[in-house]
């Protein structure tokens, strides 16, 4: 079935940017071929690790990125920040580490991907209690851009 032009640029874009992300150093925690990872005790965020029965707990959950189909989902989040993240899109994609930590007021998410087409891409997010979402960027290390993304929390 032949395809648009519209969707063969749209195609085409994505594959760039996600067989771009350059290779960046794994933390000593980073557990070889696994698809879900726990992040070491210093992330790379300078936050503050969340007191217990934080409300870090809201960014436990599976997240969808709507333009694209992608899923974040944050299993555990220990009293330290580190966190056990799995990404898929739509097979599993290996996470390095995560970190779910507060910032002030602020729930911040960090996860770096750690594969095939995705080595050193990271996402930074801040979870907006008001719309029950994860915003912020996802740097796509090889060709040193940055955009900007959305999840949402799947049912």
Do not use: H
């Not at 032009?5 to 070889?32: E, G």
């Amino acid at each position: 079935m032949p395809f648009s032009p519209r969707a063969l640029v749209r195609l085409t874009c994505c594959l760039l940017a996600f067989s771009a992300c350059k290779r960046a150093d794994v933390p000593a925690a980073a557990a070889p071929g696994s698809t879900a990872a726990t992040a070491p005790k210093a992330g790379p965020a300078s936050a503050s690790a969340p007191a217990a029965g934080a409300p870090v707990a809201k960014a436990k959950g599976r997240w969808l990125r709507p333009d694209g189909g992608y899923i974040l989902a944050i299993t555990t989040i220990e009293a330290d920040g580190r966190a056990e993240a799995g990404y898929f899109n739509p097979n599993p994609i290996k996470v390095a580490w995560a970190t779910v930590k507060t910032e002030g007021a602020d729930i911040k998410v960090a996860v770096e991907l750690r594969d095939q087409n995705y080595p050193g891409c990271i996402y930074k997010l801040t979870y907006l209690a008001d719309k029950d979402r994860l915003v912020g960027t996802y740097f796509q290390a090889q060709m040193q851009q940055t955009y900007e993304v959305e999840f949402v929390r799947e049912p």
